[in-house]
């Protein structure tokens, strides 16, 4: 461990793993849950792993259901272990000679392209609503304790809950459900929804995460979305709905429920629970520079670009690799551990592939704890993966006051410019170059 407490760095390299403990120590505050392994490993050799061993077949048909042919494969998307660019390539080299079979995996993946151009366009504005709500009533704005502690009461929602808390994933119906519930049925705000995935979600991010609570919600399409219980039954295998002695407040037609949620003389049915109590913020510790090898110019790999393929890193062969942990932002919205340790995996195997590149961790406010570890190297020179994370590109531009700060391109799925408000219009675009062929109309996504 290197001194400067928790504002300092720690470095390892090829010869061990990372110490998780040290790191741990280092986050003290920043988290929740044990420090140990993850739920799931990380890295992108685990990551290529996934992608050799998925196929896609029978996905279109599929999908919507939790036991359906999906991948996986977005924690590793999220982090940049592996790009969109790579996922579709590949299995247009594996499967491309039956095209039909990769088309609604590609449009599915094209969402998250969307999702980033979306964030892009608004930045932090993402973190309120897009468009008026179509359904204009007060949210409220909390963390129920019963959904805090996953004990609502209905086997679905704490199904749900429990694979989010204890595994970091659901699958995206599942989320629609649970954000439906959330929104609609308890009345509350989705900021909060958006907020408490983040912190458990292995692929928790702003882009596809905001964006899909908003489309959830009305401010972000042309109505709310909401399910009734045959939905679930029929999607999730019917596991939840068999055992349930719950007064299920999903059992009803899809008529019903929209005048229960949305008619004009019926509020949502809303507040249970009280507040939970999220851990204050820890004052900042200061701290020397890291110990950092002499160096003219040094990568920045943020979160969201943590493969040795990122564009910074190879540009840059043998420049120290230095990964930052936001802890002001940490300790307001504190992450599961299973999300640093799925992180601290893709530095294990960067470290382990990238002989020659030292890797430092830091942790502090970002353009801070970077530029003290550029200092300590005694780099002018920053260069960084390109990043629509407004956290990132805000503390790209403060650095850049300080240091020479070289951002480098990195490959989108599509090219397609303007404001991007409805993926059906974004898509007309994208299809051709994201499949090869144009887009089919009248596809659907969620439902
Ligand atoms: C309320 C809500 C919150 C969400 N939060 C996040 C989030 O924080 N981070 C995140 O990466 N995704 C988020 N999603 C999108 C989606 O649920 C996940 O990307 C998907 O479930 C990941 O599982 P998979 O890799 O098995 O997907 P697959 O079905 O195998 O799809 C392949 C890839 O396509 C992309 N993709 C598929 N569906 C979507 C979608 N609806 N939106 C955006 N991209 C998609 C993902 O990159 C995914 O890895 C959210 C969706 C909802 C409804």
């Not at 151009?117 to 608004?122: E, R, S």
Request: aromatic share 10%; net charge neutral; glycine share 12%.
């Amino acid at each position: 461990m290197i001194p400067g407490g928790p504002a300092g760095a720690y470095e390892w390299g090829m010869t061990r793993t990372i110490d998780r403990d040290a790191i741990a120590r280092l986050l003290a505050g920043c988290f929740t849950g044990s420090p140990g392994p993850g739920v799931v490993p990380g890295g992108r050799t685990e990551a290529l792993r996934l992608l050799e061993a998925y196929d896609p077949s029978g996905y279109g048909r599929g999908r919507n259901h939790l036991q359906g042919p999906v991948s996986r494969l977005s924690p590793y998307l999220r982090h940049g272990m592996v790009s969109a660019v790579e996922v579709r390539d590949r299995l247009r080299e594996r499967f491309g000679a039956d095209p039909a079979r990769l088309d609604e995996f590609f449009r599915q993946l094209a969402w998250r392209d969307f999702f980033s151009k979306v964030l892009a366009w608004h930045g932090r504005g993402l973190e309120d609503d897009i468009e008026e709500p179509k359904h204009p009533v007060p949210r409220e704005r909390r963390l129920p304790l019963d959904i805090a502690e996953g004990n609502t009461g209905l086997p679905c929602v704490d199904g749900m809950l429990g694979e989010l808390y204890g595994g970091g994933h659901l699958h995206n119906h599942a989320r629609l459900w649970f954000a439906a519930y959330w929104c609609h049925f308890r009345g509350l705000d989705w900021r909060e929804g958006a907020r408490l995935f983040r912190r458990f979600l292995l692929d928790g991010d702003t882009a596809s995460n905001f964006s899909s609570w908003q489309w959830v919600e009305g401010t972000f399409a042309s109505k709310p979305y909401f399910m009734n219980r045959e939905n679930i039954e029929n999607f999730s295998g019917g596991s939840w709905c068999r055992g349930c002695r719950a007064s299920c407040p999903f059992d009803r037609s899809y008529p019903e429920l929209q005048r229960i949620l949305f008619g004009a003389s019926l509020a949502p049915l809303a507040g249970l629970g009280g507040a939970a109590g999220v851990p204050g913020p820890a004052p900042e510790a200061g701290g020397d520079g890291p110990a950092m090898p002499p160096a003219a110019e040094i990568v920045w790999m943020h979160d969201g670009a943590m493969s040795r393929e990122s564009p910074a890193v190879r540009a840059n062969p043998g420049s120290p690799v230095v990964f930052a942990f936001d802890t002001p932002a940490m300790r307001a919205e504190p992450s599961a551990w299973h999300r640093v340790a799925f992180m601290l995996d893709g530095l294990d195997d960067l470290a382990a592939r990238q002989p020659g590149s030292p890797v430092v961790v830091v942790a502090g406010e970002l353009a801070e704890a970077v530029g003290r570890a550029a200092r300590a190297a005694g780099a002018g020179t920053i260069h960084l993966d390109a990043s629509a994370e407004p956290a990132v590109s805000e503390a790209a531009a403060r650095l850049g006051e300080r240091f020479r700060v070289v951002e480098h391109a990195v490959a989108a799925l599509a090219v397609v410019e303007g404001e991007p408000r409805r993926f059906s219009r974004y898509w007309e675009k994208a299809a051709p170059q994201v499949t090869g062929r144009r887009a089919e109309r009248g596809a659907r996504w969620h439902r």
